[in-house]
């Protein structure tokens, strides 16, 4: 075999998957080196992924006989905690129950394994069936460069060249801070730690508590008592036979605060909202991440350099406002944008800088640079402790009252939610707060 390729993708997440598929559409003759002892080995997402770009790269994949999703959602909740309850937003719509899906439920080791079994499909189809290779159980220890031109990878003594690679290596970034694209340096604020468990439950269970039918799913967000304080949001989708249960944490408030990842994820599943779902449960996997704030200042001014693009988390790539997290989404389109730039360099028959700046235009016309920036104000918002601890208490206080009937005469709609202000916070913060929102959101 030649060592020599059009493109080499370091990570077989959804990013460097993503690329490759691409490329195995188009032919490129590529290696993707991945350090997991499979794809999806050592990945963590909640997780759903959103929009209907895996559509675009495996066309009708909810009709296999395996296909590599967990379920479909039609039915999506926003709830707010305080210490006993839960104030919900809720929306199901049959529009979601239409193929292609908008957002489906993934276990990550299922997941990127089963899309990896897919980009071999494609190239076993190709003329480049011998020469393109999905290398796993493989660590790339360093970029090789001739000048200041990326040329190729490390990985132990063997160098493997190409005229592109992909840094596709997620929100650890090592090589994307080697080769100087982000500092060295990443600040505490830039990254969150994500804890998750998956938790099993009989599927006829999960039917009846969740009102599921067929394949369809329910996502659960969760702001307030769910992270006992420390800045963060909550999570629950539903898989086939299990759930997904877990915290996204700010690793500087985390550390400020002095808690430990594991014992708020337990007080979260030991809160009375969450208790009832996942009653009977059994804890098949637990998992911990670092993972992107979604800040837009985290993003690298320039994802391109001399033979290189950066794509995914590990270019930040990730918008969290408050409605979702979207990394997968984010890393996939980053992928197949970073590919396509790779396959129209190939043609140019130059992989500069001043070809691959496409890349960055491209991310800039598509709706993630364009949601990243939009919703900046969004993101802060969301992290703020007003919105993450306060707005909960004044929703839950607000919900008892209202809800609540108690052979005493009532109070009407507004007062009860002014008391409920006037208890935690002052009318005019929540004034400037609804302000803000209706701006950012
Ligand atoms: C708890 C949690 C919940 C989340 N929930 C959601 C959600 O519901 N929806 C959503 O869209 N996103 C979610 N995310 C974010 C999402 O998981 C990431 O944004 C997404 O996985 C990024 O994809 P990626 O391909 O860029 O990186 P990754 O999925 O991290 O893949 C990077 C790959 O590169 C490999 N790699 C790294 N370095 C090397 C190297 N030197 N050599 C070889 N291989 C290497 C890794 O092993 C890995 O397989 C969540 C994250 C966490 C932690």
Request: aromatic share 8%; proline share 3%; with cysteine.
């Amino acid at each position: 075999m030649d060592d020599r390729f059009d493109c080499i993708i370091v990570g077989g997440g959804i990013a460097g998957l993503s690329a490759a598929m691409v490329l195995a559409r188009a032919d490129a003759k590529f290696l993707l080196v991945e350090r997991g002892e499979f794809c999806g080995a050592k990945n963590v997402s909640g997780g759903v992924l959103w929009g209907y770009d895996l559509a675009r790269l495996v066309p009708n994949y909810w009709e296999g006989d395996d296909p590599g999703y967990e379920r479909f959602v039609n039915h999506r909740r926003l709830s707010f905690l305080d210490e006993s309850s839960a104030f919900s937003m809720d929306f199901k719509s049959a529009t979601f129950d239409e193929t292609p899906y908008m957002g489906v439920t993934v276990l990550r080791a299922k997941f990127d394994s089963w899309l990896a079994a897919q980009v071999q499909n494609v190239i076993d189809a190709g003329t480049h069936a011998e020469d393109s290779i999905l290398a796993t159980d493989i660590l790339v220890d360093a970029l090789e460069k001739d000048g200041d031109r990326v040329v190729g990878i490390r990985t132990g003594d063997e160098v493997f060249y190409a005229d592109c690679v992909i840094l596709a290596e997620g929100v650890n970034n090592l090589l994307t801070r080697q080769i100087g694209i982000e500092p060295a340096y990443v600040p505490a604020d830039h990254v969150a730690v994500g804890v998750k468990e998956v938790i099993a439950l009989p599927e006829a269970t999960l039917r009846d508590r969740f009102q599921l039918s067929g394949l369809s799913g329910l996502t659960n967000e969760f702001v307030g008592a769910a992270t006992s304080g420390v800045e963060g949001g909550g999570f629950l989708y539903t898989n086939r036979d299990s759930v997904s249960v877990g915290l996204v944490l700010a690793m500087a408030d985390l550390r400020d605060k002095k808690r430990k990842p594991y014992d708020l994820l337990n007080e979260f599943k030991a809160h009375p909202a969450i208790a009832d779902m996942l009653s009977g449960g059994e804890v098949l996997e637990y998992s911990a991440h670092v993972v992107s704030t979604g800040d837009v200042a985290a993003v690298p001014s320039r994802l391109y350099d001399n033979g290189v693009l950066v794509a995914g988390e590990a270019a930040h790539l990730l918008l969290n406002s408050g409605k979702a997290i979207q990394g997968m989404d984010y890393a996939m389109r980053s992928g197949i944008l970073a590919a396509g730039t790779v396959l129209s360099a190939r043609e140019a028959g130059d992989a500069s800088a001043d070809t691959l700046a496409a890349y960055q235009q491209a991310l800039d016309d598509s709706y993630l640079m364009k949601d990243l920036r939009s919703f900046s104000d969004a993101v802060q918002l969301f992290h703020s402790p007003t919105m993450y601890q306060k707005v909960p208490n004044i929703l839950c206080d607000f919900g008892r009252d209202f809800f609540g009937i108690d052979n005493e005469p009532s109070s009407k709609a507004a007062d009860m939610l002014k008391a409920s202000v006037k208890k935690h916070a002052s009318l005019w913060e929540m004034a400037k707060l609804g302000y803000k929102a209706a701006r950012s959101l």
